[in-house]
């Protein structure tokens, strides 16, 4: 590099970190509002991170950005710069100019018109009455579709809807999607049929027997240790706090998961810490030297996702993982599962019933509601379909995809936060961390054929090694699509994930 | 106000907006590294805390503030502002001015000459040396003389050291304040002999006795409930956490406490609750309708330290409030403190001996402790003293005002953290506040002769009322001198506390 370029890179490099600072410092004071701060807050704290998020367009749009990004990629000797270097600057560039594409009064009437509509979404939901949210729901969605229009230039998508799924899966697009999720959705038909169709359903009565918040604290803290995680020792850079909503929240060395406990579904909360814990893994185990740098970050919201279901569904709900776990989590319930038996548990925790509510949905019917949401998104996009129109629509693909009759919006189109809070094209990273989740499990499978033996012996440094090493460590390296080849030697491929699912359900269903 | 005026006016305060916000935010972030923060993340903590204080720094220097100040003050209608409206004005010029007459590289050095004189601290405390605190220091409080000067120019004091007090209590001077600790001195040296004379000590056995850390948790929730600091509520403005220093952090209707839990010391948490909760009633009862205005906070760090002293020890440590709270306490506390009698009690948490350490001291020789590091502090800013001599000058002041022997520099000159952290002229007003406190004490009998009565039957809000009449309805629409006369009538004035104190005691001591 040359010392000019140089200097213009590290310049550039600089901002970069200070913005990352800046939004690791909101990611805590949104922490801090949804774990810890006092109810009279409410209005001080919104003051708060709209400051936050001011300052933080600011920085994010400063001009000199602009003049830093023209004279590194202007040098002579930019084309010399190592991979990670172009991919730091192109990171940068993207961010740059999409952030200064969309005027500030926009952003502003956005984010108000958000807050606005998850209000009404919340009295609505109270008050089961669509009605009562369509007016914001409609102004939302105009100025979402305002904002992917320009996007969609910046982009270069073929349309607005595309323009949204960039933000959270870059250059993925919606006919792609489809062209996976068609297919997939036959897959899932099928195989819930023949599940359906069994006479050997499993009895859940297990996991309705009451165990104690504190001892399910305990359950938690164990978990997320045998995964990993560390929330206990003097090195630990994670905490377990308690949400109605689990998430996960953080930065590198300060990653913080969240979970919900309620006494009569102590799976609940095992679910949700496996699932958060998937997501502090793979913030944790990005590579340290990216610290502070763009591509110090994961990959998209579809990988994140992945890693999530990975350790929730494939380990987490799997005979190998209790074959180990089930004799500790007697301990710290005892005795309340004393008499419970390996066969019974593996298969009350796999149990799949079509259901209404998408976050209470299990592996197989899971995706259906997904690809439901991201049917009638596109249709939204692209004016085939209306917001007066959604709650038959949606009502509609229920019966028809899972044999449900929606009785209301409130546990139809209004149970989800999404779409109140402006994220269109956001639904579709969910199964496609799914079908990442599968073809990742495939190439830990050619490349440990025994990592399922390591799981029954506790061994499940063993599967996050492979994880840090096949996964975590390309940060953000690379674009999704690139990352999975990179990984799989495939394509995105939904075939490795039906395969997973008829492998796991044919045995415990005996088909 | 002319519409010019009028919106250079608002201008003005929206700058001052967001500075009060960016400040809560940063003080959140703080609070969450004491209480919170998984210990891996320090370093991370470290960059993000120093990109807000920059942040923080670019905006209040900002030379658009600047223009609009002189605008307005240079506004022909700029005298008929009202009284708030030119207090606001005054507090952002002074701030403005301040803040841009440090160069900016002078800040960053002594900021991280702070991190660094604090880890050297910890280590040298810890090894019982000053000798490996004294480079640091040396060089630290270089630094603050610098700083110091370049103040003092700006806010017109006459000395470098008053400029440092300035910052803490506005226009309060190095000479004033030996006018009033000189006398305090005399007089608590005559009380403490007494004291001392007295064969009438109290047994202070049943403070030892162990309660469960869990039933601290509880008396502490239920005592500054009592006071009228809520915790509980779904109106909730505050919480309570442990951190080993206990502090009070936050803004409105955010103001969290920290309290230290020990078994065999219940006391210890009783009167660091009763005193933290001193602090946040003070910033929770600030005028609402001044909220985000720079005349929304407190007077003074002394005015501060006034409201937590009154708490802990007017009121926490008197007779009339353990008459009605001692039952209380027996029943969370049971059967541990079910044979203490009220007399006993009180007499305990009253028992004045001289010793070493500041932060354990009892109310009365509290303010020796004081004295001594003022004293010090005015030699080492008019260069009468050197780093080098600290130790000899404390061990010697202990002797002689204590009649304490210093075993080494841990327990003597280096048991607190304010030199070390680089705040000078910080220490007086501990006793300022204890000072303001009988002053204020005399006003409230003056006004409510019956108050006693009132805390003996639980009517807390009566004093609570008052307070927030006469302390905490002004703000920081005075300096501390103009609060205090316009609160008691009177000018400062150790001669109340003294009283105050020789009442008090010589009932308990019966001299």
């Not at 969605?141 to 996007?151: F, G, T, V």
């Not at 995964?227 to 909503?245: N, V």
């Not at 944790?284 to 279901?309: A, D, N, V």
């Not at 990442?436 to 399922?452: F, K, N």
């Given at each position: ?61 400063d ?31 993207k ?26 979404w ?10 009562m ?71 859940t ?16 803290k ?15 850079g994670?905490?377990?706090d ?9 930065y ?16 609940s ?14 913030e ?56 419970v ?29 997904i ?28 019966a028809?995809?899972?044999?449900v ?31 990442y ?6 190439a ?16 499940l ?36 994930y ?8 044919s ?5």
């Amino acid at each position: 590099m040359t010392s000019n370029l140089q200097s213009f890179y590290e310049q550039l490099m600089a901002r970069a970190k200070d913005l990352i600072l800046l939004h690791s410092a909101e990611a805590l004071v949104h922490w801090d509002m949804e774990t810890m701060m006092p109810p009279r807050a409410v209005s001080l704290r919104s003051e708060q991170l709209t400051l936050l998020s001011r300052i933080s367009h600011k920085m994010s749009t400063d001009p000199e950005i602009g003049r830093l990004l023209q004279a590194v990629t202007a040098d002579l000797q930019y084309e010399s710069l190592g991979e990670v270097e172009k991919r730091n600057v192109h990171l940068i560039k993207k961010n740059y100019e999409e952030q200064t594409a969309l005027p500030e009064k926009l952003v502003s009437e956005t984010a108000k018109q958000q807050a606005i509509t998850v209000n009404a979404w919340k009295q609505a939901k109270a008050a089961k009455r669509f009605a009562m949210l369509k007016p914001d729901l409609e102004k939302l969605l105009d100025l979402s579709r305002q904002a992917a229009e320009i996007l969609m230039k910046v982009k270069q998508t073929r349309t607005p809807y595309d323009a949204l799924i960039d933000i959270y899966e870059p250059k993925m697009t919606a006919e792609a999607i489809a062209a996976i999720f068609n297919p997939l959705q036959q897959g899932l038909k099928g195989l819930l049929e023949k599940i359906q169709a069994s006479p050997n359903q499993p009895d859940t009565e297990i996991l309705k027997r009451a165990i104690p918040i504190e001892v399910q604290w305990k359950i938690a803290k164990a978990l997320s240790q045998t995964l990993g995680y560390d929330t206990t020792t003097r090195e630990a850079g994670g905490r377990i706090d308690e949400t109605e909503h689990p998430f996960t929240e953080g930065y590198y060395d300060d990653v913080r998961i969240t979970t919900h406990y309620s006494p009569e579904e102590f799976a609940s909360s095992i679910f949700s810490v496996l699932h958060e814990t998937g997501h502090a893994l793979y913030e944790q185990c990005l590579p340290q030297q990216w610290k502070y740098q763009p591509i110090g970050t994961y990959c998209s919201m579809g990988f994140h996702e992945s890693q999530s279901r990975f350790y929730e569904n494939i380990i987490g709900r799997s005979r190998e993982f209790w074959t180990n776990w089930l004799p500790k989590l007697k301990q710290i319930a005892a005795p309340t599962l004393d008499n419970v038996h390996l066969d019974s548990f593996v298969r009350a925790i796999n149990h799949v019933k079509p259901s209404k509510i998408r976050i209470e949905a299990d592996e197989v019917t899971y995706n259906l509601h997904i690809i439901i949401r991201f049917q009638i998104e596109k249709e939204l996009f692209s004016g085939k379909a209306s917001v007066n129109e959604l709650p038959e629509l949606w009502n509609q693909k229920y019966a028809e995809y899972l044999g449900v009759e929606i009785q209301n919006d409130s546990e139809g189109v209004m149970q989800d936060t999404h779409w109140p809070s402006g994220l269109y094209g956001y639904f579709p990273t969910y199964t496609l961390g799914n079908i990442y989740s599968g073809q990742i499990t495939a190439a830990l499978t050619r490349d440990l054929p025994d990592w399922h033996n390591q799981v029954i012996q506790d061994n499940l440094n063993v599967v996050r090694g492979w994880l840090i090493k096949n996964v975590h460590s390309y940060g953000n390296l690379y674009d999704p699509a690139d990352l999975i080849k990179k990984i799989t030697g495939e394509n995105l491929d939904a075939e490795p994930y039906l395969r997973y699912l008829h492998e796991k359900y044919s045995g415990l269903y005996g088909f």
